[in-house]
Each structure stands twice: as structure tokens, then as C-alpha cells.
């Protein structure tokens, strides 16, 4: 009855160009999340162009991106990007490594994968267990392989090339953002020669820049701050609710610039080599953390006046999270405490960002001015003894306890 009283066409919903698309929220380095805002032409416009041409798409393809479809990578490359091309997509919820670790491959020869798409993460997990479970499979569909989401290592990335692709598929190591919306450097698969590591040089349209600490330009081989000199169109709008946020973060640091966040390496040969972050992030599995997100959730316990989180190498996860903690007076230390911090860093934040170790931390080491000198917590959490210039600290018997107290856990 429902059915006979509606019509069967469906009209469009007119929307301006400008109109908002979606709101994703992405870690900021004061602690609070900030809602990047995409817009609908710009945003649409820039994924289904990147998708086509940086995967190489063709309409007989099968495309299989195993991102978290809530994540921007899931945002860009497994709905907008490839609904917009019409192409035929393999989406998959589950692990790599269930029921066994060979289930990636077998899902490549099952549906025919042509152009495949993960993480450094998700490469030297699989790494881990060698090239037996990947030779199972055949993989003879395989065209393109796509990596996003942190620096590549070239150990890592020569796996995948030569195990995975067996030397025949082209690696594209896209580098992109929540707030970029899609690739914005980017090696074209065939065309642009590789070097393993590199994300190689910017898609149609980007111009970046390597700046120095005083904002200026650098030409020729240099390191220094990756930065944007003009505008794509799938550039984030704003910071949902707050555009002044948007403003500060990235354009006052360099004015003129969108600022990236990210270290960055020109060679000779004018290929651009990602760092890592600069600025107080942290990358756990290709996922962005930003340490003052961490530290809140921390100090929201009653045990805990004080928390600083810094980085330490992971063999897997490329960063874990390494937490000193300061215990309110008359609370002592303990494995139920520290479960109990664990869970609620989960809770607040997310699994990604479960503290890896957790460490009792008497005082923490600062400055005269009170800041907390994160450079000699880093080297801590590594149990690395060469401090550097530690004459700016205030109390310096302090980093011999922290030393001692060292969680010594596997890395
Ligand atoms: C890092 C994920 C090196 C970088 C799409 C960036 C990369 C942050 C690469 C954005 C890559 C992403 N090589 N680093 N190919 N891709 N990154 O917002 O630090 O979750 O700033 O977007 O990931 O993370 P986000």
C-alpha cells in the first residue's frame, strides 16, 4: 500500500559546491580534536581524479583499499573516490592475520585484485612471517600497489614491491591528509620513476615547499618544514565551529603557507622523503595521536597530577606511546594502576592509542621556565644514556630516577 502512493523517481537534492560533504575528526596538538570540514565540488572533484589517475583506474579493474572505512583513507579511497568512478571495489572487514596470514592474498586471487591499497603497518606485520604465506597465492592479477598512512621504511617497501608484486607492480606511495582530502604527493604508477621511501613529487595542482625555521624558502636538496604554497581543491574549508582554529593551525606558523606538520627531505634529484611529524603528534599504525590528547586522558584519574607522552620506535606499529606519569602523594605505583590507566586512555580515546608503557615518573624533567623538556623524555623511553645539552634543567637528579625506573619492556 506504502508502495503504490510514491513516486518512482528520485529527485536530486541540489546542493552548492561549497556546501559541507562530511566533518572527520583528526587529532590536534593542543589535545582537542578538531573537526575538519569538506566541502562537496572540491572535495569530490579531487578524490575521483587522484583515484583514477595515482591507482591508474580503468573500468575492468577490482580495487580493494583495506583502510577502516571511518578513517579519511576510507573517507577518500573506499567511498567517495571510487563510487565516483563507477569501479568495482573489494571491501573488507576483518584482520590480516585471521584466520591465518595468508588471507589478504587469498582474497587478492579470489575476487582478482588489481589495485590494491594498505599500510606500511599492515606490510611489516605481514613481513614478520616471510614470503611462504604471500607464495601460497598467485597474485598474477596484481597491477598497482598502493601505501599510505606513515613513512614507508625501504625494507618495508622492498617486501612489497618484490614479494608482494614480485617486481612487476609499481609501488605508489601516496602521502596525504585528513585535511588534504586526498594525495597530494604522489608518485603515477609507471610513469614516474621510483626510489623505495620517497612519495616522490606533488599530483596536478600542488606546490609544495621545504622552509627553514624562519619561514624561509629552501631551493635544491634541503630538510626542513613541508609546506603548501597554494590551494587544491580538496583543501579542508575549516575547522568545524571554529574557524579562527583553522587560521591558527595552519597558516600563522608561516603566513602564506598551509602548513603540513610534517618533516620533509628534497634530494638531488628533486624527490621529496617524508620524516615524520615536527609538531607534538604521534603516528601509531599510519593513526595520528597527538600527545596532549593522551596526557588529559591520563590525568583525568585521580592517582595521576601530571603526564607526559612521548614516542618510542616500534618494529610494527612504526611509533608506541611511552607515558611518565606523576602519582598524586601517598599513591603508590602499581600493575592495577597501570591497568586501570590503560583502559582509560582506551576508553576516552580509542584502541589505537592504548599507552604501550606506562611509567612512575617521581618528577619530570623541566626547564627553569617550567616547560618539560619532551627531547630527554624521548631519549628515556629509548633508554638512551647521551642526553645531550641538559644545562637548561631544573633539577637534574630527577633523569637518573626516571632512568632507573625504565620500563624495560620488548621493543
Ligand atoms: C603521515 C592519513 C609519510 C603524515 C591519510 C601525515 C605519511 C599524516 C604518508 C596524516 C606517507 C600519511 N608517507 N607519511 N605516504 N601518508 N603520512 O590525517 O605524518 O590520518 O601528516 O591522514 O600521516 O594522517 P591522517
Known sequence: ILLSGVSEECEPEWCDSEDPLFILYTSGSTGKPKGVLHT???????????FKLVFDY???????????IGWITGH??????????????????????????????????KYQVTKFYTAPTA??????????PVQKYKRDSLKVLGTVGEPINPEAWQWYYSVVGEKRCPVVDTFWQTETGGHVLTPLPAATPMKPGSATFPFFGVVPAILNESGEELE???????????????????????HQRFETTYFEQFPGYYVTGDGCCRDKDGYYWITGRIDDMLNVSGHLLSTAEVESALVEHEAVVEAAVVSRPHPVKGESLYCFVTLTEGVSFSRTLEAQLKKQVREKIGAIATPDFIQNAPGLPKTRSGKIMRRVLRKIARNERDLG???????????????????????
Open 123 to 132: 606490510i611489516r606485520l605481514l613481513m614478520k612471517y616471510g614470503s611462504e
Open 389 to 411: 645539552d641538559v644545562s637548561t634543567l631544573a633539577d637534574s637528579s630527577v633523569i637518573e630516577l626516571l632512568f632507573q625506573n625504565h620500563c624495560c619492556g620488548a621493543m
Open 58 to 68: 580503468h573500468p575492468e579493474d577490482v580495487y580493494w583499499c583495506t583502510a577502516d
Open 76 to 109: 577518500s579511497y573506499i567511498t567517495y573516490g571510487p563510487l565516483a568512478n563507477g569501479a568495482t571495489s573489494v571491501l573488507f572487514e576483518g584482520l590480516p592475520t585471521y584466520p591465518d596470514v595468508s588471507r589478504m592474498w587469498e582474497i587478492v586471487d
Open 40 to 50: 562537496i565540488g572540491g572535495y569530490m572533484l579531487y578524490v575521483a581524479t587522484t
Open 220 to 242: 635544491g636538496p634541503s630538510e626542513g618544514y613541508l609546506v603548501f604554497k597554494q590551494p587544491w581543491p580538496g583543501v579542508m574549508r575549516t575547522v568545524f565551529g571554529n
